[in-house]
């Protein structure tokens, strides 16, 4: 608790709070731009062929209905207008608001991410600090093979290549059935969500184990370790308490950007699963020109890696006396 009231306290927290506002202004304008350049409306997408057979009276009366008979600009406040009220418009496709579709893709999404998140952790952080333990074992040549791989092998080839070994070997398809919340079947929602987080988690764990790498080798060059080794401290705490509680906050820092990213960056993983998360809500409504669809989504991811981002400047502020010191 004191380190969030130091950090709101702080000027640094107002220039934050401030640059966070500018961010989601940014994005919104951006986005509400973009997709108006992207050739066809939401007339079009919902009617195919059928448009070019619309007389101009109907054609007027369409545009009126999703208001794009109104200027660009119009249109871009009234949107933004709305959302100070809690309106993130109407998805015509899904008969339903997307303030309701949001708050259903999201907890999805979130509970992805995490899972995500806890393995790729769980995989980057003993192969980091291996890899800075045994600089030329083969716990090093394992942890270069683990970094390469997840940097370089695509998601989607993975993803898909995970999916169809499992299918047609083992038989195991969880995602060939509906999507099960956790609450209702936890089994099954555990089973949907395990390859995607394992193809997401792999592809994190490779960045998380060079973090992990760095920073232990600067941590396990200063003076103080020296002086915990040399009054015999074991060598599994020395590596734990002393080296690894002392590099945790590059290693907090490149996890809350990763989690950030897997809350509007598995729209390819969530697509291949048919999971229904954030991002494929993203995905199509990008396909049926769903503008308000979209661009109120994208706004609340935008929202959501802003307030990661925020909080984990919050954590590392609690876990190192020396940044909040500053």
């Known amino acids: 608790m004191s380190a969030v009231v130091n950090f709101v306290r702080s000027n640094g927290a107002v220039r934050k709070i401030g640059g966070a506002v500018l961010t989601l202004l940014g994005v919104a304008i951006i986005v509400f731009i973009m997709l108006r350049a992207i050739p066809g409306n939401q007339i079009t997408a919902g009617l195919g062929t059928e448009a070019a057979a619309l007389t101009p009276a109907q054609q007027e009366a369409l545009k009126r209905y999703y208001g794009l008979d109104q ?10 207008g709305n959302l100070f009220t809690g309106n993130l418009g109407y998805s015509a496709r899904n008969q339903d608001s997307v303030l309701d579709l949001t708050a259903k893709a999201l907890p999805v999404t ?22 800075a333990s045994a600089r030329q074992g083969v716990g090093a040549v394992l942890s270069k093979v683990v970094g390469l791989a997840g940097l370089s092998v695509p998601a989607f080839l993975l993803a898909t290549s995970m999916l ?48 992990t790498t760095t920073a232990v080798l600067e941590v396990r060059s200063q003076d103080f370790v ?36 897997l809350l509007g960056g598995a729209v390819v993983v969530e697509q ?10 993203v995905l199509l409504g ?20 802003v307030v ?8 590392y502020r609690a876990i190192d006396p020396r940044v909040r010191a500053r």
Do not use: C
């Open 286 to 305: 990008i396909q049926q020109k769903e503008y308000a669809l979209v661009q109120s989504t994208v706004l609340v991811i935008a929202l959501a890696f």
């Open 110 to 131: 979130a509970e992805l991410a995490i899972f995500s998140i806890l393995l790729a952790l769980a995989i980057g952080i003993p192969l980091g600090m291996l890899s």
């Open 71 to 80: 200027p660009l600009v119009v249109q871009f406040f009234s949107w933004l």
């Open 308 to 315: 990661v981002n925020l909080l984990t400047d919050l954590l």
């Open 226 to 261: 020296r002086t915990a080794r040399a009054k015999g401290v074991p060598p599994r705490r020395l590596a734990v308490r002393h080296v690894l509680g002392n590099a945790l906050v590059p290693i907090v820092t490149m996890t809350g950007l990763q989690f950030g990213y």
């Open 164 to 211: 169809s070994l499992s299918a047609s070997n083992w038989g195991f398809n969880p995602n060939g059935k509906p999507f099960a919340a956790l609450w209702v079947d936890p089994g099954l929602n555990l089973q949907q969500l395990l390859m995607p987080a394992l193809v997401l988690g792999f592809g994190i764990a490779a960045p998380i184990m060079r973090t």
């Open 272 to 281: 291949i699963f048919s999971i229904p998360g954030i991002g494929r809500q």
